[in-house]
């Protein structure tokens, strides 16, 4: 097994007709046309950014910023594609994949170290807390949890990278910039699982129809590193490495929801898919989360599936559809016309 495994991302540098010869063997194939994907990504790409000189992407060292890097290389040239890596408390190990990635693709790096910075506002925050005599918990201590600060830092280290991004998307393009988005159809799409004003403050998102495992086998086909394809998926936001990783927090918010299930993106490899896609798909396909059938109740979805978890995983991803959609919705307001008919105004 393990040497099929290694032929499979091997394959990814060898000629287009003989990858595709060898991948129906190795993989449970999820992309029909990886030549015609890659062409209609990296088409998307260039619409998006349409008038743009360069363009910017936030380079985490995961697989979804890697194969966005990668079909902006394509569609722009590498020389004209800046990807930023800013490192507040992160595990070293990310930074090294993002070095990895950048001498294969060739893309202009910045890196920025944060944490002096970090340090020294959260220091100013706290300072103003005590005089405002509100509660404080540091950062990993042992209230942290308890009273939401664990929370609160990792969206603070997201939201640190959203002027960053802004700032040089604009100063590389004379004066206009698109910020690429990383996120996949799982992660942003379904789960709406980013900050709605740190990694989702984006332009727009060229991976948005994609499921994890068909991210991570497209970054093969392109030729992305095997340690990224296959690394632990974490946003790295709370200075605990792999301890805090996407699945394990999604499957403790579906436990503390009254779930008994497991939440997962499928096999690292991408030759399996996990259950949010395959909710995913069968949401489009009968409506059970946000469609027609989004009223079926436990009892109902059991007799569908004949199948306790599913029917559980679908409900749990209605709980958090419903609970995210100020992060894609507009923003809300006292309309005009409710106080005008209050007589408020005129």
Excluded at 168 to 195: Q, W
Aim: charged letters at 30%; hydrophobic letters at 35%.
């Amino acid at each position: 097994m393990k040497d099929l495994i290694k032929l499979t991302f091997y394959s990814a540098y060898l000629p287009t007709r003989l990858f595709a010869s060898l991948r129906v063997t190795i993989l449970n194939i999820m992309i029909k046309n990886f030549k015609k994907l890659e062409e209609l990504l990296v088409k998307s790409a260039k619409e998006m950014g349409r008038g743009c000189s360069k363009v910017f992407v936030a380079v985490s060292g995961g697989v979804d910023s890697s194969l966005v890097a990668a079909i902006l290389c394509k569609a722009f040239g590498p020389k004209n594609v800046v990807g930023l890596y800013r490192n507040i408390k992160s595990n070293e190990k990310h930074k090294k994949d993002v070095d990895l990635l950048q001498k294969k693709l060739g893309f202009r790096l910045i890196y920025l170290g944060l944490n002096d910075i970090y340090d020294t506002l959260l220091e100013r925050i706290k300072t103003q807390f005590a005089k405002n005599d509100l509660a404080w918990a540091d950062e990993n201590g042992a209230d942290a949890g308890r009273i939401g600060f664990t929370n609160a830092y990792a969206s603070f280290k997201s939201r640190l990278t959203t002027p960053l991004a802004g700032f040089i998307s604009k100063a590389i393009d004379n004066g206009n910039g698109r910020i690429f988005g990383t996120g996949n159809g799982e992660e942003d799409g379904l789960l709406r699982y980013f900050d709605k004003y740190g990694d989702g403050a984006v332009d727009n998102n060229i991976l948005g129809g994609l499921t994890k495992a068909e991210v991570r086998q497209m970054a093969i086909h392109v030729g992305v590193p095997k340690q990224i394809v296959t690394k632990t998926p974490s946003a790295d936001l709370e200075g605990t490495g792999d301890k805090h990783n996407d699945e394990s927090q999604l499957t403790d918010w579906a436990k503390r929801m009254g779930y008994d299930i497991k939440i997962s993106y499928g096999a690292v490899d991408g030759s399996q898919e996990g259950n949010i896609a395959w909710a995913w798909k069968e949401d489009l396909k009968s409506g059970v989360i946000i469609g027609r059938n989004s009223e079926l109740n436990r009892r109902q979805l059991v007799k569908k599936y004949k199948n306790r978890e599913k029917a559980e995983t679908i409900l749990f991803l209605r709980d958090i559809e419903k609970s995210t959609r100020h992060k894609v919705g507009p923003i809300p307001y006292a309309k005009r016309e409710t106080l005008v008919k209050k007589k408020l105004v005129d």
